[in-house]
């Protein structure tokens, strides 16, 4: 079995070529998700596919929480992020901005 390598090992760009990088116009709508390592690991898949932004809606939690970080690898710090109390206002918002989606939680430009 290999070791577990350090985020400094992981080839990741900086977090301001993150910010920096051409994104896929996908963002990703969190609906009351409990699990905060899954919360995370929604950062670290945002991350990874170079998405637009993760809206945390509803009782999802959010960043800095130590459950978060752990499992998003510092992805926190690179996907840009942002909290509604209620899904639907989420939603809303983000149809005003021309999103469009094929289900309720799946929206793209």
Not at 1 to 22: H, P
Not at 27 to 48: E, H, K, M, P
Not at 84 to 105: F, P, V
Request: hydrophobic letters at 35%.
């Amino acid at each position: 079995m290999g070791k577990k390598l350090a985020n400094s090992e992981l080839g990741r760009i900086s977090v301001n070529e993150f910010k920096d990088s051409e994104k896929t116009k996908i963002v990703l709508v969190l609906d009351n998700i409990r699990s905060l390592n899954n919360v995370g690991s929604a950062f670290r898949t945002a991350d990874a596919f170079l998405l637009e932004a993760i809206y945390l809606c509803g009782v999802t939690g959010t960043p800095p929480h130590p459950e978060i970080h752990k499992t998003a690898l510092g992805a926190t710090d690179s996907v840009k992020w942002e909290k509604y109390t209620s899904t639907q206002s989420c939603i809303d918002q983000l149809k005003q901005e021309g999103y469009r989606t094929n289900t309720k939680l799946s929206f793209f430009r």
